[in-house]
Every structure is written in C-alpha cells, then in structure tokens.
C-alpha cells in the first residue's frame, strides 16, 4: 500500500504558496528608480534642509465672493471666507450587532434574536470574520430553538422608547426674515391752469396807473388813522415798501415754517455749543480756589452792521432767550446810520428782526408789560418807539424837533409805569441837561421836563447883567426797584445826583462819585439802598445812598464801560474795560478783587462797550465797539449757592439776600473798618 499522505487543508497550500513567494521578493535587491527628468542635485543640495511652514489657510479659497445685500440693496464683498478643506467624509448608518445599541433597535423594530443572512444589517467586511461569528452565534441559536420547541413563545412585549442616535447630528439654522423694503407715494391734484391773454392798450396801461394811484391814497388814509407816522421825506420810500409787501404775500404763508427749519439747521450745527449751554458745569471749578472761569458760547453779529458799535444791549423780559442790540457809534468824528437787531439764542446765524435808522442808536430798552414795544434814543437826540408786532421798517412813534426832542445825543432811556390814565410813559436823560418823561397820548408823543441839569459854582454875568450858568451833561440814569418817585442820575462831571420825581428844581442828595464822566448807575435788585456806579476813571464803587462816602471801591486799570448786577444773587455784579476783558466779583467770596478777570475779545485795538446778565440762565452777553455780542456761560463757581447740609433747609428768597448784603455792609461801616480799596 502506498504510504498515506497527510491531509492538507486548503488553507495551508495557499498560506504555504504565498510565504514562499514572498520570502523571494525579499531576497532580491533593493533599487532606486529614478524618472528621467529628475535633477541631478549635490551632496550640499541634498543635505539643504528647506522649511515650510504650513498655515491654517487655503490657498485655494477665494477672495472676491460678492453677496447680494436685501438691506442696502447692492452686492457687497464679504469680508470672511471659510478656510475649512474637507478631504474625505462618509455618513454611516452600520451598528454592530452584539452591541447595546443594536440589541435595543433589533428589540425594537421585534426581531427575534437570530436572523437570516439576508435581513442582517451588518456588511460582511472579510470572510474569515463572518465565519468566526457564525461558529460563535451557532451555539446560542441551537440553545433557543431547543428552548423555543419545549415552551411557548413569549408574549410580545411592549415597544420601548426610541432613543435618539447620538452619532446621527444635524444642523439647523434659521433666518430672520427681512421686511421688504416699501416705498408709499401720493400725489397732489395738481393746480387749475387757465390760459389768459390779453392786449395792452395805452388806455388799459393808463387805467392801472389809476388803480395803482388810488391803492395808494387808501393806505395813506389809514395810515392816517393808524398811530404810524413817518417824515416826509420817506413818502417814495413808503411806497416803494407798500409795493414790496404786495409782491411778498406769497413768502409771508411760509415764513414761520422757514423760520422753524432754519433753526433745526443752526441747533444742528451748533449742537456742541448747545449742550455745553445745557449740561457743562466746569468741573475744574472743584480746584480753583474760589475763583471761576467764563466759557465763550455763541457769537452773534450781522454783516451789514460789521462797523457800528454796539452801543446798548438789552435782555427781553417775557422771552428769556431774545435781546435786542442798539448800534451806533461813540466816535463823535465818525457818525453814520444805526441798526437794532434782535437776537435769539435759538438762532445765533441770523437776527430775528432788523430796523435800520438814519442816525446811530444810544440806547434802549424793552416794556416789562408790553415785550413787543422797545423804546429807542438816537444820537441826534430823538426818541422813538419801536412795534415788532408791526412789520415795518420805521417806527411806530418818533419825536420831532416840534415836540421837543434833545439836541444832544441821548444817553438813556427807560420804561416806567403807566400813567393815572393808562398812557405809555418812558424817561431820557441826554448831553443837553434834561431828564424829559415822555408819555403817548392819542398816537403822539408828549413831553415834559423833569429837571434840568445844571453845573453848581459856575453861574457867570453876561452882558445886560444876564445869568448864564453851564448845563450838566447826564450820561445816564436808573430808577429805584421799589420806591417809584426815587432815580439817580450820572453825569459827565463825575457826580451822582438823587433825585425825586416830584422835586423838579432840586436835588435831593449830591454824590461826588468819580473824577470822569459816570458811564453807568444801577440799583442793587435786593437791597433797597445800595447802588453801583463806574467810571472812565477806572474805578467801580458801591454805595449805599444815605451815606455820602463809598463801600467799597474797586480799580479795574482800564476805563470801565458798563456794570450789572447779576439776577441771582446781592453780592455778584459783572464790570467791563476797554481793554477786552470782563471781570465778575463776589463780595461774599472776595472783598478786594475780582474772582474772574478774562479777556473775551480777540484784538487789543477791540474795546468791550455793554455787558448784560440773563433773567434766568447763567449766561451773560458782552458787546463790543466792532459789531460782535458774545455770550459766556458762568462756571459754577460765579454763581456759587450755599451748600445743603443734612437736615437743614437752605433759606432762600430776597430776604437772605438783603441779610446776605448786609452783613458784609456791617463791617464797612464800624468805624474800626475803612472802606475796603
């Protein structure tokens, strides 16, 4: 018998075939092939170490991606591009049987645990796996069936909850849906048109002349019988006015819109100024020792009053933000026309109303009752009252050589109380020694003199043993707060007189005040007997009027061309110099100088003229000789105000002001205290 051979399986005749065809692949020699087109590089070249760096960039990505914009309506570039490259990705959905997950889904969907090879959701990846597992499944499956042929199959069970696949991830992402853009429209009816032709005749011309005429001689009779009258010689000019305003009715309908646009505009382009006059309080204040700051806010001025002077300033009582300024000149040499503007701080581009005057303006003033009526002297010497309901470009009422104006420039004028039957009453104090009270009756102006001024000890014999005596120039006046009959008068000479209503020939009291003319007086708005005066002279002296000698007295270095009292407060008054600046002084605070002296004009050669305090914001308006007004807001430490203490009330009122006054008055008066200088 041949010898048995050992039985190989199949297996190992193919293991055995491909470790010995292997074994000869390894046996051979390993060599390089190399392309034909390689370069043929140094050992140097070779050995060269080159760095790349690599970055989180792609190169391949582009730049220049354009998205359409629903918002602006354009395409527009976008700024971020995604630099993520995906090289590979497969979504699978394969579980393995055995494990947990596979048991509850096969549980699940209620198959039993052995399952056909067609229905099995599992790929057979190598067949020597598939094998393995089937020897492995063999045994359990024989063990059920057997278990399945000796007892009934079980009741189907309840399906269990589905669990979410933590391996199945989907995105979601929304949008906000984006309103689209509406455009609404109307449109007018438009205007009746009618075609009109005509010829024109020489009578037709003829007759409109007529007409014209006599629309004419109308308005001269009402103006008849209206209060306004006007000189002769502005008749052409009253015409040429008439037919302007009959052109203008149109613009008329959308001036007050215009107006309010206009403002809009400046509020927008100052708005910076705007705030710092609403909300900025100099917080510096805190480290000065008690000494404050003016902040420049708006400059107002007006072209063609570029060369005039602003020779008066006032503050309008109803409308805090309006005052009107007086134009004119103070160089006897250079006279020339006047201008009165009002200004509005709503408004700083532009005046709000313009009146222009053949002589210059000196000063004014403004009805505490009436704010639309302004009272206004002239350099030639007249007086005149302004309407600003009224539209037009001359004065309502306006005296005459006939009914008694000065002959001199008038330095002043003030409103006063009506009189017993109603009739408008004002006061002017001029060069030529009068203080006149002029009072409106039946649309004209009445005047009576008050006093004449005259200079004491300079009486002198003329011919025919006639007295001539020199007249006094007034140079300005104000009357008291509370006692009505009670004002006090400045002159060129340097002295204070106190006068009364009632006592036409003489004086009541004689103040030798200062040794050049007194530019201003003005009555403490607190305290019923103290006054201020200042002078060319260079001083400022406080008062009080039943004492011959001043309080206190103050040298600015520089002639003083106005003084006010501030609104707020008994101790604080505002003086100005020539020299350009404006100093504010406290005398709660400091007794002998200013607590701000600060130049408010740019030049050297610019002289400050007027200054003013606002009734209720804490703003003050300076003038100056070359046309400009501008407006300054006090620091905090200029209006300083007592500080609250816990559980104590502040006391406010008149009355703590007048204390105030005169505690610091007190201490001038004993008699150890000089006059502080």
């Known amino acids: 018998m041949p010898p048995k051979v050992p039985y190989k399986s199949r297996q190992d005749e193919d293991a055995s075939t491909e470790v010995g065809e292997g074994a000869d692949e390894w046996t051979l020699s390993k060599t390089l092939l190399k392309p034909p087109d390689q370069l043929e590089l140094t050992e140097a070249e070779l050995k060269e170490e080159v760095t790349r760096i690599l970055t989180a960039n792609n190169p391949h990505a582009p730049q220049n991606i354009v998205r359409y914009s629903f918002k602006e309506r354009a395409y527009k570039p976008i700024s971020y591009v995604d630099q993520m490259a995906i ?48 020897s492995k499944e063999d045994i359990p499956a024989a063990s059920a069936e057997e278990a399945g042929e000796g007892e009934e199959p079980p ?14 991830f989907c995105e979601r992402a929304s949008q906000t849906f984006n309103n689209p853009v509406r455009e609404r429209a109307c449109q007018m009816e438009p205007p009746p048109r009618a075609t009109f032709s005509a010829a024109a005749n020489q009578w037709e011309i003829y007759d409109a002349y007529v007409e014209e005429l006599q629309k004419l001689e109308k308005a001269k009779e009402k103006e008849k019988q209206k209060p306004l009258v006007a000189k002769k010689e502005d008749k052409l000019r009253g015409r040429k006015l008439i037919s302007l305003e009959s052109q203008s009715d149109d613009v008329t309908k959308v001036t007050k819109a215009a107006k309010i646009v206009e403002r809009m505009v400046n509020q927008n382009t100052f708005d910076d100024i705007a705030q710092d006059f609403k909300y900025f309080e100099d917080p510096a204040d805190e480290y000065r020792d008690q000494e404050g700051t003016l902040l420049p806010l708006w400059k107002f001025q007006y072209d063609k009053a570029k060369r005039l002077a602003v020779t008066a300033i006032c503050w309008n009582p109803k409308y805090k933000d309006l005052f009107a300024v007086g134009h004119g000149s103070y160089d006897f040499m250079k006279q020339s026309r006047g201008m009165l503007l009002l200004y509005t701080l709503k408004n700083p581009s532009f005046p709000e109303y313009i009146f222009s005057s053949e002589s210059g303006i000196m000063c004014l003033d403004i009805h505490n009752d009436h704010p639309y009526l302004l009272v206004v002297g002239f350099y030639d010497g007249n007086v005149a009252i302004y309407n600003l309901k009224k539209l ?8 005459s050589a006939k009914s008694g104006k000065h002959t001199d420039p008038v330095w002043q004028v003030k409103w006063q109380k009506d009189d017993l039957d109603n009739n408008l009453n004002f006061f002017s104090i001029s060069s030529d020694g009068r203080i006149v009270s002029w009072t409106l009756v039946k649309n004209e102006l009445v005047h009576s003199d008050v006093i004449k001024l005259s200079v004491e000890g300079t009486t002198m014999e003329g011919p025919e043993g006639l007295q001539l005596q020199t007249i006094g120039c007034g140079t300005s006046f104000d009357f008291h707060k509370k006692i009505d009959y009670l004002f006090l008068i400045g002159t060129e000479e340097g002295k204070i007189y106190k006068c009364s209503k009632s006592y036409s020939s003489q004086f009541l009291d004689t103040f030798d005040a200062h040794h050049m003319a007194v530019d201003a007086v003005s009555w403490n708005p607190y305290h019923m007997k103290v006054f201020i005066s200042c002078s060319s002279d260079w001083t400022v002296k406080i008062w009080d009027h039943t004492i011959k ?40 605070i400091n007794k002998y100088e200013a607590i701000c002296s600060q130049p408010v004009v740019a030049k050297k050669k610019n002289k400050i003229t007027h200054v ?39 006391q406010k009122g008149p009355e703590v002001e007048i204390a105030k006054l005169d505690k610091l008055l007190n201490l001038v008066r004993e008699p150890a205290n000089k006059p502080e200088k």
């Open 549 to 588: 000698t001043p309080m206190f007295i103050f040298d600015l270095n520089s002639a003083v061309g106005d003084v006010a009292w501030a609104p707020y407060s008994s101790t604080i008054f505002a003086a100005v110099t020539t020299d350009g600046k404006a100093h504010v002084f406290d005398l709660s």
């Open 612 to 650: 003013q305090f606002n009734p209720i914001y804490p703003i003050i308006i300076i003038g100056d000789d070359r046309g400009h007004v501008t407006c300054l807001k006090l620091s905090p430490n200029l209006r300083k105000m007592p500080k609250e203490k816990k559980g104590q009330e502040i």
């Open 392 to 399: 037009h470009s001359q004065p309502g009422y306006k005296s």
């Open 155 to 168: 009741p189907h069970s309840m399906k269990e909850q589905k669990l979410t696949n933590q391996f199945n």
């Open 87 to 134: 090289h590979f990705s497969l979504d699978g959905n394969l579980l393995l049987r055995d494990s947990d997950e596979g048991r509850r889904q096969s549980a699940k969907i209620g198959l039993e645990p052995e399952l056909p090879p067609v229905e099995s959701t599992v790929i057979e990846v190598e067949e020597a796996e598939v094998k393995e597992e089937g």
